[in-house]
């Protein structure tokens, strides 16, 4: 799974404007998250969830233009 998520982060960071998005992966464990990583500078914006599975969530600050880019994105990765 570690080689998904490094492809997975350098797919990501090839889709967003890291000047002017934030978006980042983390593992949900409960009601708990694990940061894995993140791309680009603090929006401060509020964050979004951008798509969730049962395991991974995609959460994200000023990437309305790529949303759907990034929720297709992550299906590609991470079914459950």
Same mark, same amino acid.
């Given at each position: ?7 997975? #982060? ?7 404007? #890291? ?7 983390? &593992? +949900?464990?409960?009601? &708990?998250?694990?940061?894995?990583? #993140? ?6 914006? !509020?964050? %979004? ?16 233009? +790529?949303? %759907?880019?990034?929720? !297709? ?8």
């Amino acid at each position: 799974m570690e080689n998904e998520i490094y492809t997975f #982060k350098t797919d990501v960071s090839n889709i967003v404007d #890291k000047a002017k998005m934030k978006v980042w992966l983390a &593992r +949900k464990y409960g009601k &708990r998250v694990e940061h894995i990583f #993140k791309v680009g500078e603090e929006q401060f914006t !509020s964050p %979004e969830v951008i798509v969730e599975n049962s395991d991974y969530v995609l959460l994200g600050q000023n990437i309305k233009e +790529k949303k %759907e880019e990034l929720i !297709s994105l992550f299906k590609q990765y991470f079914l459950d």
